[in-house]
């Protein structure tokens, strides 16, 4: 220009930049790669690090805090995988997002497809004829569109295929060249007036009715929740529904649907659950693990339940299976089925639940003497659950049921969340869950939960609660890194270590096979321990640029360091404590 200012030269790769903040991205987590050098640009320059851009040590960590922070806010995250050999780094993060109905919204890159501008030996070894066959099967929808005008479309096609649910993960993938050219043509943006996402889908109502009608007439009628607690606003839903019903609720626990202290919540209580003679499965996968005794030695599964409980299905069960993974499970054997969203389901049923009451006087008596029955049998497991936490107390290293314990005697007092693993299921046993971010739902496998712990954490970075993470060993093993990008971003997140100092849940499967063949099964620990040496992660934690404190098997030292942290984590950044805990 005449007076020397530079006009800006607009990149193809602006446009992805474009779309990001159009939709409304706060974060997305990288691990850096020259595949898409065009468009890290033009977050930094063009979009003005906007979406944020958070650094990871590894692919899976990028997609695990994407997780995390989807389950925690319910709303998508971004992350960006370098080429083929990043997306196959991030592939078993991206099953586990599918898996867990999480909106991850992935990028990649890839190329140049132009073979005549790629590089010797790494744009070759970098590229694949399809890259999104890699992560085909247990993603919802991926492309790569060849020109820029395939851009928006694919963008908005993917946007809305993930947030639908059941949701999951999508995978878009940028041709290295088509990144780095100059934008020379108009590239028509969405509207902002155009909906993102179709709106939820509403059940039969005729159907709904007949399974309300089999509820409130069952003499032990239950709920069964797992994915419900994911939209904002189901879980007091559930709590009138199940109130108005006069029902038993077991929460699954992949999202936080209920509270463990109501009254009429008897989640893990497998006795009651035997006598039930009519069960509504809401947004229910894994019901026959709730349901059935396993022998993990001979694989043989009992039911609990008698064969004239009759089940029901509220929920996407039949549009949310793949013929690939198996993760949709045993079928469930429902009587009456209803395919819909809970969010609209829930409050249909309480209307209709209100006006069948109302149509029966005898009703009324019938639903109070069934919540008093319920609500004694809740008192009745939790003063069992607080008596058995008090055996071997005082043991060095601690129990799980003490540290669950100590940790709560230091929280229990903040606005506080529980990122991921319960630790044996005793936090949801001496805790008090009381609102729906307490827990954004169960730990996954090993390699997962410090990741989506980092995630959850930065859904509550700029807030005053207090998001603590129950950290496995064996899964901090896997990416110790992650430590690094909680301190370079101050992610605050209070790590309390689980450490068991083995990869213990299969030493256990090795102890079952050594009993049953009768082999010595104190032998049992090789190529499942964590010691000789034992990993100092107080130490490691300090490395990374965080605070960390301990071995400590002490359990009267317990409470003192996690308060300690926890001033840390108050003043925004991360702390870790690491506690010894005993193998079972």
Known sequence: ?????????????????????????????????ASFRGLHD???????????????????????????????????????????????HGQMAIYYAFTDRAPVFILGATGPMDESKRRPRSDWHHTAQSQGDAVRNFTKFDYQPHTIDGVPDSFMRAYSAMVTEPAGPTYLCYDAMLQETPLTTEVTLPDASMQAAPSPMAADPGTLEQIVRTLLYAERPWIMAEFTGRQPGNFDKLVTLAETLGVA?????????????HPQALSMDTESLSQADAILALDVVDWEKATAKLDSTTRQLDSYLSEECVWMDVGFHETGIGSWSLDYGRYLPKRLSALGDPRLAMPQMTEIATRLIAEDPALPERIAARKARIAERHDAIFAQWAEEAKAERDASP?????????????????DWVLTSGTLRQWTRKLWDFDAPHRHPGKGLGTSTQIGMSLGVALAHKNTDRVCVAIQPDGDLMYDAGAL????????P?????????????????????????GTDERKAHIGMDIFGPEPDF???????????????DTPA?????????????????????DVITRHR
């Not at 979406?51 to 960006?80: D, S």
């Not at 690094?484 to 992610?491: L, M, Q, R, S, V």
Request: net charge negative; aromatic share 8%.
């Open 484 to 491: 690094w990008t909680a301190a370079k971003h101050e992610i």
């Open 557 to 577: 030292d317990v409470a003192p360091a996690i308060a300690r942290a926890l001033e840390v984590v108050k003043s925004g950044k991360p702390a870790l404590v």
């Open 1 to 33: 220009m005449a007076d020397g200012t530079k006009v800006y030269q607009k990149y193809q790769s602006d446009v992805i930049v474009d779309l990001l903040q159009h939709y409304g991205f706060e974060y997305i987590a990288i691990n850096p790669g």
């Open 42 to 88: 033009s977050l930094i320059n063009y979009g003005e690090d906007t979406p944020k851009m958070l650094v990871c040590q590894h692919e899976e960590t990028a997609v695990q805090i994407a997780h995390g922070y989807a389950k925690a806010t319910g709303r998508p995250m971004a992350c960006i995988l370098h080429d083929l050999v990043g997306l196959l």
């Open 249 to 261: 609720v077991w929460d699954v626990n992949s999202a936080l649907c209920f509270p463990n202290r």
């Open 538 to 552: 107080a130490t490691i934690a300090r490395g990374m640029g965080m605070w960390g404190e301990g071995p400590i």
């Open 398 to 414: 601690l129990t799980t049921a003490r540290l669950a314990d100590e940790i709560w005697s230091v929280i229990k007092e903040e």
């Open 493 to 517: 997140l209070l790590i309390v270590m689980f450490n068991n100092r083995a990869y213990y849940n299969d030493w256990h499967h090795q102890i079952r096979m050594a009993r049953q063949r």
